[in-house]
């Protein structure tokens, strides 16, 4: 509707009910409406620019249901909403409430949901909200609020939903809050609860969801908990072990769990047949893959990255396949390579085995892995040749072979797969040789995101649909984001996330020959491009300044000749630039970019001049102080110096000279002159 709400609505006696949510609504909202003494269910949520506040009166209302979500309501909840006594659904997430919530909440006992998150509310949660004995939902999450959870709450024995998270809540966690007969999907996360799990925690309850992860709860974490649970999320606490038996976990429903970050040592536990979520990195984990992972047929991400796990991949893992979309092993102590038949991959996203022992080459099988988007193996020793069959993958757009013992001529490879929709190519720090092998990514495309105001990262995004055992449903939503290490303003850069915008070449630390074609201008889009540490020779081309999105351009340590191209200035977002170490001659260009350079991007080339460097060029435009001829006569020791008034001497007898006989040539030699001259 896009229009302010009418005064004159406050005029209509009868009105029961009044639904103006999602209209565009702007403006302030007319108090005298929640006067109306008929008026039973208001909803106006969804109205961003609307705006307004409760006011504090002493009448009765009738209301039964308030929505005023993502409003921009504001101010602070009055003592009077306790004249709101029929209230069963108060609902104001995403406004601008502020000030403590007050007690008098504890009167509404009708209440059955109660969503107050999302905004500004600080101090402690009330005591009295215990007194809403039939209470089925509670979110007082995102807010400001501190101290401990009440155990008071422990009386509300019909919530089925309990929602505190991002806060500020100390203490130990509720136990006895979570031992509700009836709760199902508990959300404590982003607080500073401490405390350790217990045995027998909720036995006998039907909860399906439970997030306590960001908080400071310690200890071991032992087997507890419903045979309904189907979402565990512990991550970032300071969980040590799994207890005295960390083989089998006893949760038979458990689809996800999240054990990130914690200090956990010892062996991986046995996971339920059902699970399809396991992250458990950066902990300290111990041992190999048991062999009984390769039963987990609904497997969709393995998240073991980051630990101190070691041995083979397990004899059974060609099973993995079906469902597995996330395989990721980085950063642990694995070795021996991989199985030719190692995989049947048919859903597999994103494989890293980055920063691992493994070696030998890699299996053809890989190519199996149509759907595959992601391969980062650097930081192995992987050896052969280099894998040109991955070219064939029409999905694949960053592949990373970093640091490894690849070796072999590429510029004699002849392949009609040629990475159709590659982003990041990274085969630095092997023993490549050969020509640049440009003809790999003739398909180049740069890749254009439709939304760049969205900023998206590569990652898949799981949402999973969960039905506990009393018929409710609720929505998980779980993100994996793929991060890397890349050698980037001659650095090693880790990236915690990766754009999908990205897009980077590295051809650098192999034993490239030859000249950089012309055709390098086809890549175009591309970001950051390194061809550092080979044995290029020739010129470095001018197409290079068509690059226009280029930001980081390293050329160092090889054997390029001539002069630095003018076109190069044309790059105006190139925040690093580095020629050093090379034959090159010639003035540097200057302005725009090359402006901010510093001596180091060039040094190591004694033919180079110009600013930044000291040395300057003789034709050079800046003003130089150049000695006098008298000066130089003067403070000369060459044995070929003259006096200035033989100078002078001399070009008076030259001029008398050519008065006499210029005339006379001109006049009998005047075709001859012309042809001449």
């Known amino acids: 509707m896009s229009s302010t709400i009418p005064n004159i609505l406050a005029n209509l006696s009868s009105l029961t009910h009044l639904g103006l949510y999602y209209c565009g609504l702007h403006g302030e909202f007319p108090k005298d409406i929640l006067k109306l003494s008929k008026l039973r269910h208001l909803d106006v949520g969804y109205n961003e620019g609307l705006t307004g506040y409760l006011p504090d009166f002493t009448w009765s209302s009738p209301l039964e249901t308030l929505d005023l979500s993502s409003t921009s309501f504001s101010g602070e909840l009055p003592a009077s909403t306790r004249n709101f006594s029929f209230l069963t659904y108060l609902s104001m997430p995403g406004c601008n409430f502020s000030r403590p919530i007050p007690s008098s909440l504890g009167n509404l006992t009708k209440l059955i949901v109660l969503y107050l998150s999302d905004n500004y509310f600080v101090g402690n949660v009330p005591h009295s909200l215990g007194n809403l004995v ?170 073991l990255a980051s630990n101190n796990l070691s041995g083979s991949l397990p004899r059974c893992s060609g099973n993995f396949g079906d469902s597995l979309l996330i395989l990721d092993l980085q950063r642990n102590k694995f070795e021996g390579s991989i199985p030719k038949n190692w995989i049947k991959g048919g859903q597999l996203k994103i494989i890293k085995f980055s920063q691992n022992k493994f070696q030998g080459n890699l299996p053809r099988s890989l190519a199996k892995c149509t759907m595959l988007k992601v391969l980062d193996l650097s930081d192995n020793q992987f050896n052969g040749g280099f894998p040109f069959w991955l070219g064939r993958l029409p999905n694949l757009e960053v592949l990373i072979l970093r640091s490894n013992k690849f070796n072999g001529s590429m510029g004699t490879i002849q392949t009609y797969f040629k990475f159709p929709r590659i982003r990041i190519f990274d085969i630095s720090y092997n023993d490549f040789m050969g020509i640049l092998p440009l003809r790999l990514l003739e398909n180049w495309k740069a890749r254009q995101i439709e939304n760049v105001g969205l900023l998206p990262y590569i990652y898949e995004d799981q949402l999973t649909k969960i039905q506990t055992s009393g018929g409710f449903y609720t929505y998980y939503s779980k993100t994996y984001t793929y991060s890397m290490n890349l050698t980037n303003k001659g650095m090693n850069m880790f990236y915690e996330k990766v754009l999908e915008l990205f897009i980077a070449i590295d051809f650098s630390c192999n034993k490239f020959v030859g000249e950089v074609p012309k055709s390098i201008e086809n890549l175009k889009g591309v970001q950051l491009l390194n061809l550092s540490n080979n044995y290029l020779n020739g010129p470095i081309p001018p197409s290079l300044g068509n690059l226009l999105a280029l930001e980081a351009l390293d050329l160092s340590q090889n054997k390029l000749s001539g ?115």
């Open 134 to 303: 039939q209470l089925s939902s509670l979110d007082i999450s995102n807010n400001q609020l501190t101290g401990p959870v009440p155990l008071i709450l422990g009386n509300l024995v019909q919530l089925s939903s309990l929602y505190i998270s991002h806060n500020q809540l100390t203490g130990p966690v509720p136990f006895e809050v979570l031992n509700l007969p009836q709760l199902w999907h508990v959300d404590l996360s982003y607080n500073f609860l401490h405390g350790e799990m217990h045995l027998g925690l909720m036995n006998g309850t039907r909860l399906a969801f439970l997030k306590l992860n960001n908080n400071r709860l310690s200890g071991p974490l032992l087997t507890f908990g419903p045979t309904t649970l189907q979402y565990l999320d512990l991550s970032n606490n300071l969980f040590t072990s799994f207890g005295q038996h960390p083989t089998f976990l006893p949760w038979t429903h458990l689809k996800f769990l999240d054990l990130r970050s914690n200090s956990l040592k010892g062996s991986l536990p046995i996971l339920p047949i059902n699970t399809s979520h396991f992250y458990i990195s950066n902990n300290s984990l111990t041992g190999n893959i048991p062999e009984l992972f390769c039963n987990l047929r609904s497997l969709e991400v393995l998240d």
């Open 563 to 677: 002069e630095i191209p003018q076109q190069l200035t044309q790059l105006t977002f190139l925040g690093f630039f580095d020629v050093s170490h090379n034959n090159l001659t010639g003035p540097i260009p200057q302005g725009k970019q090359f402006g901010t350079f510093e001596n180091n991007s060039f040094e190591g080339n004694p033919g180079l001049c110009g600013r930044p460097l000291t040395k300057t060029c003789r034709n050079s435009d800046e003003p130089t102080s150049q000695p006098s001829i008298f000066e130089e006569s003067q403070n000369s020791g060459s044995p070929f110096e003259f006096g200035w008034k033989i100078i002078v001497i001399g070009y008076g007898f030259g001029f008398v000279v050519g008065v006499i006989i210029g005339p006379i040539v001109i006049a009998r030699k005047h075709d001859w002159l012309m042809k001449t001259f």
